[in-house]
């Protein structure tokens, strides 16, 4: 298939259309995120061979669809420019590997403005679409990857099913004496927490010994795990499905409290202390890695 000379500039249009707009997107969420500039470098560096493919897949549609309605420029559009940002989007992952996670923007979304951008520039400059009609695609596509992109990790979580777990553990020093906690755990947990403990029917003077929070979204839940008497062996703790909870030890066995309270498969791993390593605690996150702190 031959590409007539006269549509080479509309698809070099799409490709610097795909190169502006992808670094455009990409720097307002680095600016926004607070973690400044850095990434923009490496991004645009794979952002150019990107805006090229862009190009190619204009002017190869551009010749597919000449002579064809309106709508059919619009539907290629809505339809290829998610495919194109999310292939390269794999692309580029399955090349750097872990490497890919040291992107501190959403560079999906960055790289799908540079496809709506660069599909919307392209046929406008070729005569497909209105000028009117290329600027609002071209614009709307722009503003609607920015929002997303700020919303990203939130869009992650919902779709995962993901929460930030706050974990608090608290030593009894003496068992027998009515509930008190030191003013680090007081002011930590809050009246409610307080209270929440009292009802719970725990009792003896708290120490706060490690806090922790983990995972990500708009979802939120607290363990609060009470170590009475030292942690003989490890144990498996329930996490808590968007609600606060009390984890104790009550005649030697682990107690939940609301004990109606929902749960989620993954775990909190209380490792006991030993010759070789010190009490931890584990939070299994949503991809099955594990992060926390010592007890």
Known sequence: MSIAPGRLWPSFYAGIG???ASSMVAAFLSVRSGLGMGDIPAF??????????????????????????????????IVFG????????????????????TFSI??????????????SVGPTAGGQLRTTEGLVACTVGVLACALLGMKSEELFASVVGDQRLEVVILKAEDASQPLGLDSSGEA?????????????????????????????GRKSARV?????????????????????????QHDGVWRMYPPDAPTLARSILLRSASEAR??????????RSRQGGGL
């Open 188 to 216: 930590l947990l809050g009246g409610e927490g307080v209270e929440q403990l009292r009802a719970a029917g725990v009792t003896g003077r708290l120490k706060l010994s490690s806090a922790g929070t983990y995972g990500r």
């Open 44 to 77: 645009v560096l794979w952002t150019l061979p990107f805006a090229v493919v862009v190009s190619a897949l204009q002017a190869v549609l551009a010749t597919r669809l000449r002579g064809l309605p309106t709508w059919a420029t619009w539907f290629s559009l």
């Open 106 to 119: 959403p560079v999906l979304f960055c790289w799908l403005a540079g496809a709506l951008a660069g599909l």
């Open 18 to 20: 795909c190169l502006v």
């Open 224 to 248: 609060v795990v009470v170590l009475q008497g030292g942690l003989q062996e490890s144990v498996d703790l329930r996490q808590p499905d968007q609600r606060n909870v009390i984890y104790f």
């Open 82 to 101: 998610p495919v194109v940002a999310v292939a390269w989007t794999y692309v580029v992952g399955s090349i750097l590997g872990p490497w890919f996670q």
């Open 278 to 287: 010190p009490g931890s605690y584990q939070v299994e996150l949503v991809d």
